[in-house]
């Protein structure tokens, strides 16, 4: 068993991931500088739903990413509940979906469909349906795959989404990549979610759960700090070339 102050970091975390996520959707820096906002709120404050994922691949993943016997009841728990959530979500905010138009164009039935399965039924719940859709990706694979090969799989499927997020400057700009990208575009809006985006984070987190190594505060800070320093510096480089 973990220590319960490794469980307290994480309680106290989700605070903070939970404050970043609402100033990603509020910009509060853009008033103040534009530079700044983009640093602090579409740069560093990404760190929030790749901690939440991985936070669910810690908790419920490892056992069905093993060898050991699977209890199905953790997963199913998972998916009804998050599957209920994103239900009362989804009806709370339909009527502003509605509104903001996003049934008003193109086929209503197919846009419905993407948005229930990838999009989310508005822009900001797409976190739900990618954490039912990973999980689920990542019990089937768990079935047929070892562990290493699942993460080769994951990371993988993140190199391709990041092609068509991040990086997609570059991608727009090779023709028949661009063409598949587009074509992909038509059954989902954006490659952040279930399939590209969420497994990789989700394996992340299940194999800090299976892993026996104990970072101390000091190398976790070291570890961090250099990270935050390569993410920042990559988010003003993509900034600068527009991609």
């Known amino acids: 068993m973990k220590s319960a102050q490794s ?47 991985m936070v669910t691949g810690y908790f419920l993943l490892p056992q069905y990413l093993s ?3 699977r ?4 997963l199913i728990s998972f998916v009804k509940k998050t599957g209920l959530l994103y239900a009362g979500a989804t009806l709370l905010y339909l009527p502003v979906s509605i509104y903001a138009g996003y049934y008003s164009e193109g086929n209503i039935a197919v846009n419905l469909i993407r948005n229930i399965i990838f999009d989310g039924m508005f822009y900001h719940l797409w976190y ?10 990542l019990f089937l694979l768990g079935r047929k795959f070892s562990f290493r090969v699942i993460l080769g799989i994951t990371v993988f499927l993140y190199l391709i989404g990041l092609l068509g997020d991040s990086y997609y400057g570059v991608v727009s700009g090779i023709p028949f990549l661009n063409a598949a990208y587009n074509a992909g575009f038509s059954i989902f809006s954006y490659t952040r979610n279930g ?17 026996k190594y104990q970072s101390n505060v000091r190398m976790s800070m070291i570890g961090f700090t250099a990270s935050m320093f390569l993410m920042l510096a990559e988010g003003l480089i993509l900034h600068h070339f527009d991609f």
Do not use: T
């Open 7 to 53: 469980y307290g970091g994480i309680d106290i975390f989700r605070l903070v991931a939970a404050l970043l996520i609402v100033g990603i959707h509020i910009s509060p820096f853009s008033s103040v500088n534009e530079e700044l906002d983009f640093l602090i709120i579409h740069v560093f404050a990404r760190i929030a739903v790749p901690f939440f994922l």
């Open 67 to 69: 060898k050991e016997r």
């Open 71 to 74: 209890n199905a009841k953790p």
């Open 128 to 137: 739900l349906p990618a954490a039912i859709i990973g999980v689920l990706l």
């Open 195 to 211: 399939l590209f985006y969420a497994p990789v984070l989700l394996v992340m987190g299940a194999a800090l759960a299976k892993s």
